[in-house]
């Protein structure tokens, strides 16, 4: 998923942001003089500090963790509540999180009567909306659940959605659905679009992949105010299921700077490591990124986000062999394989860490060529696995890579940045669309991966960025929204790639850290580490399985580090 489909493109110790029962408090700063050492203790800490993988207490100095013991003092001293550390999630998307918290929630719609009495109230509620200066947005609707493609036809069978200007965002957000209002402003015979569809039946309403770039291209500008106000909702949201830092999987420089001036003014309460986007996606625009490594990790820009394909449930993953629900069809490339090797090595030449979406097998392959292509340039004569050990190339969502190029990716240590819930989302037709021979041994990896250290995420809004939830998929292969397997029954799907518990809680933590240059300073509690931390009722590895999926954080803790 990218940044385009929504159109959008200290010198003290700042106090806690603690989320307590779903209410949100940011206590203010201490002050200059800010005394010694706060202690903390609780009934148990998880460190994740291989040297001391359990406490009871720590002690915080200026933002960064100042001491870890295994000791605790009596009981009156000890607060409520057993500790991890701080969440992060590896792949998402922080202003399309935002927008997507106010706008049309479609996800699990099951008929297009669902989808118009979601978009009534949402008009009902939001006065003015659909005009060509402010259209409807909505994200979360799947042709699998529909029946069909929809169509502008629709939306347009309803009297008061009539001439509304609507644009909904399909599941994956790899295809949008937009009303007849929409359509009218493009041109009547629309020309088939390279890395893109147009879907023409059962009619006009659907654009696909590169072909989202036509609707974007009339889509109105969004404010600058308005956009800090999604940034700012989307944090409350993942500061309340204990999430203190994310990757953002593709931002224009625009946006960018943006986030960077929130920095700048204390106004970010989740840690954002950010992948650079081209306003033309695919393409090579260093003079335009000002890279921001800040000390407190509160806003990172070092790595950019390039695009192989499209998305499974679209038939947008461009594979090797043709879909075997479509055998006419073996998905899309974005970009060619050269372009996408020489992109590879132009912006890691520059200085770039590159990440690239890739989801069927032959995109993954083209990834996997690229990036060879650019160690070998980056490190002649070198191992490139000892490269990559330094540059870290990730592959985003790598979820169906063939068994050599599997090969590959261990022989050179390219991160596979993982989201178990697309695995549980996913299971109901992925073999339909695979066959059972290449989802038994290409498909949604994650055991299998687990010696490459793979970077856990949600892909939020696409997914719910509550990590539990990707906990609990990646523990049971289950969905989280329902407990059950593929077809509705207990047992998980294809448990063999299953993780523990420790492997699942590391993967969103130690591994995003690893996976965005922060190992040692961030989803560890240790000594000179951010102060990040999240409090639970009672320790994971005593928890339900079951009931992972609907934890609840008690609260979330996140203290800015002193700068200069």
Not at 198 to 227: H, L, Q, S, W, Y
Not at 318 to 327: G, K, L, N, T, V
Not at 482 to 498: K, L, Q, R, T, Y
């Amino acid at each position: 998923m990218s940044s385009r489909p929504f159109g959008l493109a200290v010198a003290i110790l700042i106090g806690a942001v603690a989320v307590v029962l779903g209410y949100i408090t940011l206590q203010r700063p201490l002050g200059p003089a800010a005394g010694p050492d706060e202690i903390f203790c609780y009934g148990s800490v998880r460190t994740h500090d291989d040297d001391l993988p359990s406490a009871e207490c720590f002690s915080v100095r200026d933002g960064l963790f100042s001491s870890v013991s295994a000791e605790g003092p009596n009981e009156k001293r000890r607060r409520d509540g057993h500790v991890i550390p701080g969440l992060w999630d590896g792949h998402g998307h922080l202003v399309m999180y935002g927008e997507f918290l106010h706008s049309v929630d479609l996800f699990g719609s099951r008929s297009f009567g669902e989808v118009r009495e979601r978009l009534a109230r949402y008009l009902a509620e939001n006065p003015g909306a659909g005009t060509s200066d402010a259209w409807v947005r909505g994200v979360g609707w799947d042709q699998m659940a529909l029946g069909r493609m929809p169509t502008a036809d629709d939306l347009e069978v309803d009297d008061n959605l009539r001439g509304k200007f609507i644009m909904f965002d399909r599941v994956d957000v790899h295809c949008t659905w937009v009303s007849q209002a929409v359509l009218d402003l493009l041109p009547k015979d629309m020309p088939d679009i390279p890395g893109g569809e147009i879907i023409r039946e059962p009619g006009m309403g659907v654009f696909c992949d590169n072909a989202m770039d036509v609707i974007m291209g009339i889509f109105p500008a969004v404010t600058k105010e308005k956009t800090q106000e999604f940034v700012r909702t989307a944090m409350r949201s993942l500061n309340e299921v204990g999430i203190v830092g994310m990757h953002n999987a593709g931002m224009f420089p625009e946006g960018l700077e943006m986030l960077g001036e929130m920095a700048e003014q204390e106004d970010l309460t989740v840690r954002v490591y950010s992948m650079v986007e081209c306003p033309d996606r695919n393409t090579f625009c260093p003079d335009k990124v000002r890279k921001v490594d800040r000390p407190d990790g509160r806003f990172t820009v070092r790595s950019v986000k390039l695009f192989a394909d499209g998305a499974l449930g679209s038939w947008g993953s461009a594979m090797i062999e043709p879909y075997s629900d479509r055998p006419d069809m073996s998905g899309s490339l974005l970009v060619n394989s050269s372009t996408l090797t020489q992109l590879t090595r132009s912006w890691s030449a520059a200085g770039f860490q590159v990440n690239i979406h890739a989801i069927g097998d032959l995109a993954n392959r083209y990834a996997i060529d690229a990036m060879e292509s650019a160690l070998r340039d980056l490190c002649p004569g070198e191992d490139p696995a000892a490269c990559q050990a330094r540059h870290r190339f990730r592959i985003e969502h790598a979820q169906i890579i063939h068994p050599e190029d599997q090969a590959r990716m261990r022989a050179m240590g390219i991160i596979p940045s993982i989201q178990p819930t697309h695995a549980t989302s996913d299971m109901k037709y992925a073999e339909d669309r695979l066959g059972p021979e290449r989802t038994s041994a290409e498909a949604y990896r994650m055991q299998s991966v687990l010696d490459l250290g793979p970077v856990l995420g949600s892909d939020f809004p696409v997914e719910p960025a509550d990590p539990f939830q990707g906990i609990f998929a990646a523990v049971t292969r289950r969905s989280p929204h329902s407990g059950f397997g593929a077809g509705g029954g207990p047992d998980g799907w294809h448990v063999e790639e299953a993780l523990s518990l420790d492997e699942a809680l590391r993967g969103f933590t130690t591994g995003v850290a690893y996976g965005g240059f922060m190992e040692g300073r961030a989803g560890v509690i240790r000594e000179g580490a951010f102060a990040d931390w999240v409090v639970l009722d009672k320790p994971l590895e005593d928890t339900d399985i079951d009931d992972l999926r609907n934890m609840k954080v008690r609260e979330t803790y996140e203290l800015v580090v002193v700068c200069g």
